[in-house]
């Protein structure tokens, strides 16, 4: 009888279009009994699965713990999209923590799709990559923001991006939505949950091991060889790596404070055939637009609508996901009103107070990682390299992460989510004004 985590039911994927669609289906393997490993990792997503491919590449050997299934969470379930960048812009990263500061993180946001990019042709995985990422603006104060963002990246070295008027967007994107854009040529986009259980394989091949359905009830993580427990079993090991992310919950409690979850929500049409499918993106790039509340999309494999969008801070489901989005998605496409919706879920991402993501040790031997904030495609991969850097005794760019301070959410555990919410009709309402 198979362990049912409580945060995930019994385990299985929710009714997304990824899950019905995933072209690999493991066998399950519980953790039972006594394990040793060089590394244990709590987290089978894209944090986890990239630091243990990174270390099984330098001869670690390593062990990954997953409560539900190999991508249950975010990284089985988010828009797919091949975003460069943190939540938090250059631009507040440097007025906050100081231009080197800046500077370190301009050289590396646009690591994280580098490294997609590496462990799909390595490993051959076959996620439906493509190139291409388009930021739609709304308003001439939107187009502003490009501008300068355009400006910042090339200030840092990045010289990729290119700005679009209202009729060079209209060629990449047939909607009458939008006064412009910007197109980011290193961006992307996939099927992210076979591109995590493609890193899951590709572990694997390299003598790792992942037990799934083995939610986490405790982790000694101030002991010099840290120990991750299960109902059925542990692992004993030199390092431990935190990689629950929003779904990490209690087990860890110097870590519930830091980052709140958000649920975010998506759904999928049925096929709408290439022809049709390529007359709404011509350009078949994913799109999201640069209000605060964003709407995001993009054309599926099979030529399908996949699109995103809305916030619950807390990480609550709203009642109906077809409902909330449909007006959004009809806006955009008017020629979409009525189209059948095959799927649609619901997922949380862990946001961090600064929007900036975390990285530091709890323990000398156990590091974690997480609050990408809803910029966690890249971001999750960029922070197991250099997680898997700092375990293999490079800690130089952890450390500028570990040394960066984080802030509380007001109103700590019991009213962050109010807080949150408050805070978001301002900006909400300067996007409807186009201020």
Not at 38 to 56: E, K, N, Q
Not at 94 to 111: D, I, K, M, N, T
Not at 386 to 398: K, T
Request: proline share 4%; hydrophobic share 40%.
């Amino acid at each position: 009888m198979s362990a049912k985590p409580s945060y995930a039911g019994n385990g299985a994927y929710p009714d997304s279009y990824y899950a019905a669609s995933r072209t690999i289906v493991r066998t399950l393997n519980v953790l039972e009994g006594e394990i040793q490993a060089d590394v244990a990792v709590l987290g089978a997503g894209y944090s986890g699965l990239s630091t243990a491919i990174h270390l099984a590449e330098k001869g670690y050997k390593v062990a990954v713990v997953e409560g539900a299934r190999v991508g249950w969470g975010a990284s089985g379930r988010n828009g797919g999209q091949i975003v460069n960048g943190l939540n938090a812009s250059l631009d507040t990263i440097r007025r906050r923590y100081g231009e080197a500061a800046g500077a370190f993180v301009g050289s590396l946001v646009q690591e994280g799709g580098r490294i997609i990019r590496r462990l799909v042709s390595t490993y051959g995985i076959d996620c439906d990559l493509k190139d291409g990422n388009i930021y739609a603006a709304y308003t001439a104060a939107h187009m502003k923001d490009l501008e300068h963002k355009k400006a910042l990246w090339k200030r840092y070295g990045m010289d990729d991006h290119q700005l679009l008027d209202r009729e060079a967007m209209r060629r990449l994107v047939n909607t009458d939505a939008y006064v412009g854009g910007m197109l980011d040529t290193t961006g992307g986009h996939m099927h992210p949950l076979n591109l995590t259980l493609g890193e899951a394989k590709a572990l694997e091949s390299l003598g790792g091991t992942i037990y799934e359905q083995s939610p986490v009830t405790k982790v000694e993580h101030e002991a010099d060889k840290p120990v991750i427990h299960t109902a059925k079993g542990r692992v004993t090991a030199n390092v431990a790596v935190l990689c629950g992310n929003a779904y990490l919950g209690h087990v860890v409690p110097k870590l519930v404070s830091r980052v709140m979850p958000v649920s975010t929500q998506m759904m999928a049409t049925e096929p709408l055939g290439r022809e049709r499918a390529l007359s709404l993106i011509p350009s078949d790039m994913c799109v999201e637009d640069v209000r605060y509340i964003l709407d995001y999309f993009r054309l599926s494999a099979d030529n399908r609508m996949i699109f995103g969008g809305g916030t619950v801070y807390g990480g609550t489901d709203p009642a109906d996901v077809r409902a909330k989005l449909r007006p959004n998605m009809e806006k955009v496409f008017p020629s979409l009103k009525g189209v059948k919706i095959d799927h649609a879920w619901s997922g949380n991402f862990a946001l961090s107070f600064s929007r900036v993501p975390q990285m530091g040790r709890i323990g000398r031997n156990t590091y974690f990682a997480h609050g990408y904030s809803g910029h966690g495609v890249t971001g999750s991969h960029l922070f197991g390299r250099i997680l898997s850097e700092a375990i293999d005794g490079d800690l130089s760019r952890f450390s500028q992460f570990e040394k960066l301070p984080w802030v509380p959410f007001p109103g700590g555990r019991l009213f962050r989510a109010q807080y949150s919410t408050i805070g978001s009709w301002w900006y909400q309402f300067k996007d409807a004004f186009g201020l």
